[in-house]
């Protein structure tokens, strides 16, 4: 996996958690707001929404990098709707990110070469 690739994937991992709370919160201040006189639905919201454009866009880029699969990519933007999805993507992510490494430094000890 080259810098770009492994760069993209961190951006979509360290989006994919805050995203995910944020739309957490966001229903609980939808409840809130619906229950009683606490109205922070419109920050919340913003918030949520900017969080959510980050992921898109980091979604979109690290598919094009990583050449995933239609279903690959797809199953990644569905995580993102979902309330608590952002948390299995981050997940997975870290350990589709951990498999790169060991076989990059598995590629590396058969060519011989000695990592530091």
């Known amino acids: 996996m080259d810098l770009k690739t492994a760069s993209a994937i961190r951006r979509l991992r360290l989006v994919?958690?805050?995203?995910?709370?944020?739309?957490?919160?966001?229903l609980v201040c939808s409840v809130l707001?619906?229950?009683?006189?606490f109205n922070a639905v419109p920050v919340m919201g913003m918030v949520h929404g900017?969080?959510?454009?980050?992921?898109?866009i980091f979604w979109f880029d690290a598919w094009n990098r990583?050449?995933?699969s239609a279903k690959t990519g797809i199953w990644y933007f569905v995580l993102s709707v979902l309330p608590t999805g952002?948390?299995?993507?981050?997940?997975?992510?870290r350990?589709?990110?951990?498999?790169?490494?060991?076989?990059?430094?598995a590629r590396t000890a058969k060519?011989?070469?000695?990592?530091a």
């Open 16 to 26: 994919s958690a805050p995203e995910a709370i944020s739309f957490l919160i966001l």
């Open 33 to 37: 707001k619906r229950t009683t006189d």
């Open 50 to 56: 900017v969080l959510f454009i980050l992921y898109v």
């Open 66 to 68: 990583t050449k995933w």
């Open 86 to 93: 952002g948390f299995f993507a981050e997940r997975r992510l």
């Open 95 to 105: 350990r589709e990110a951990e498999d790169a490494v060991i076989a990059s430094r």
């Open 111 to 115: 060519e011989g070469v000695v990592g």
